[in-house]
T-cell receptor, first 114, second 112 residues
Framework: GESVGLHLPTLSVQEGDNSIINCAYS??????FIWYKQESGKGPQFIID?????DKRQGQRVTVLLNKTVKHLSLQIAATQPGDSAVYFC?????????????FGKGTSLLVTP | DTAVSQTPKYLVTQMGNDKSIKCEQN?????MYWYKQDSKKFLKIMFS???????INETVPNRFSPKSPDKAHLNLHINSLELGDSAVYFC???????????FGQGTRLTVV
């Protein structure tokens, strides 16, 4: 079936470096994508989203890039901080027939070391 | 104020029991969801509920049933609990499609 996946299950970066988390999706009909951050013991928290009519969107220290040609999504975190340590998920919206639920990727664990 | 709140946060129960998890959202959203997160952190949709229309993931056993007393609540009832039901369950809500979903803090269910 359709799936959203991640290239790297874990990522370790030094504080102050930039982080890049990648995601591949297979449903070419997907038109809305979201990145979530999940800290230990908490629910997923919205970071940034992007619609399929865009290829880049920037937030505060975060940038999402969308390459529809190769069905690839990435999250870039600038000047990574210890508080960025968490599991990051990409997600795509499912069809209206699925109630617009989100199809999540497997998650990447980001560990920021001092 | 918490946007999406669910209770309890932890639930430990014996096999065969029936239990419920409550969820409330104060965001005025028209769509609510239940997701299951397994031990490998994989998040999977269980139910979507919008304007009295329930959409069920076909892989969810019929022992699981969501009930919505009003637009702000979507509770999850589970009958005849099994060991494999142990997971973290998340309630979420959104303003329909193409909009971010807001998640609750999760309920860690442990079946013994």
């Amino acid at each position: 079936g359709e799936s959203v996946g991640l290239h790297l299950p874990t990522l370790s970066v030094q504080e102050g470096d930039n982080s890049i988390i990648n995601c591949a999706y297979s449903n070419s009909a997907s038109d809305y994508f979201i990145w979530y951050k999940q800290e230990s013991g908490k629910g997923p928290q919205f970071i940034i989203d992007i619609r399929s009519n865009m290829d880049k969107r920037q937030g505060q220290r975060v940038t999402v890039l969308l390459n529809k040609t190769v069905k690839h999504l990435s999250l870039q975190i600038a000047a990574t901080q210890p508080g960025d340590s968490a599991v990051y998920f990409c997600a795509e919206n499912m069809s209206p027939n699925s109630g617009y639920a989100l199809n999540f990727g497997k998650g990447t664990s980001l560990l920021v070391t001092p | 104020d918490t946007a999406v709140s669910q209770t309890p946060k932890y639930l430990v129960t014996q096999m065969g029991n029936d239990k419920s998890i409550k969820c409330e959202q104060n965001l005025g959203h028209d769509t609510m969801y239940w997701y299951k997160q397994d031990s490998k952190k994989f998040l999977k949709i269980m139910f979507s509920y919008n304007n009295k229309e329930l959409i069920i993931n076909e892989t969810v056993p019929n022992r699981f049933s969501p009930k919505s007393p009003d637009k702000a609540h979507l509770n999850l009832h589970i009958n005849s609990l099994e060991l494999g039901d142990s997971a973290v369950y998340f309630c979420a809500s959104s303003h329909g499609g193409d909009a971010e979903a807001f998640f609750g803090q999760g309920t860690r269910l442990t079946v013994v």
